[in-house]
């Protein structure tokens, strides 16, 4: 401690200086004091605090990643058991079987299910499944089934196979209806039966 008015060093604790007598003043505390305790507690408090919402942060992101992940897995299960589902019911080992799939297929609009029962020549006279006119073609297959033997035209069906050899047959759809009758003709390719061409026939 240092007078102010002799300038004479001091003990801290004086209170007089022993120069002068004049009565000295307290020292004002440095702004580079130490820290309380109890700032210091309030500070690690604080850091703490900071550390634990960035942990919380991360383990919420880490819950929408693994969320997210298992809905893509979830996701992709449900679209194989569905492909496989209707991979399962679209059969085609023999002529009668790819003949009750054509006509669902037509009765639904399947697009694509009917394109898949075509031998590739006859998907030639379209550019694609796409093509608007084989779609149209579809459309109309079925409003005609429609106009000409009814809503349950589906079920007023019978598929004969009037001949079959290794590579290929001839089936005839007889409506009972009307009596009315539609010649296809079917060509084996590998294990499937495909329908090359068909045609109405006379009653």
């Not at 996701?75 to 492909?83: C, E, G, N, Q, Y």
Request: proline fraction near 2%.
């Amino acid at each position: 401690m240092i007078c102010n008015k002799c300038g004479q060093k001091l003990p801290e604790e004086s209170q007089f200086c022993t120069e002068c007598g004049t009565k000295t003043t307290p020292a004002t505390p440095s702004n580079n004091q130490e820290e309380k305790p109890s700032e210091i507690q309030a500070s690690a408090v604080s850091s703490n605090t900071k550390k634990d919402l960035a942990i919380i942060e991360r383990t919420s992101d880490n819950f929408k990643v693994q969320n997210m992940l298992k809905s893509i897995i979830g996701l992709t299960v449900i679209i194989a058991i569905v492909f496989f589902v209707s991979r399962l019911f679209f059969n085609q080992s023999s002529p009668e079987k790819t003949m009750d799939q054509y006509f669902q297929s037509i009765s639904t609009t399947s697009y694509h299910d009917v394109w898949l029962l075509f031998t590739e020549e006859k998907q030639k006279e379209y550019t694609s499944v796409d093509d608007e006119s084989f779609k149209t073609s579809v459309q109309l297959k079925k409003d005609w089934y429609l106009s000409s033997y009814g809503s349950n035209w589906l079920s007023e069906r019978n598929i004969s196979v009037i001949f079959q050899s290794e590579n290929n047959a001839v089936v005839v759809v007889d409506f009972s209806l009307n009596n009315s009758k539609e010649n296809f003709k079917l060509q084996r390719v590998g294990e499937k039966w495909k329908i090359s061409n068909y045609f109405k026939l006379n009653q």
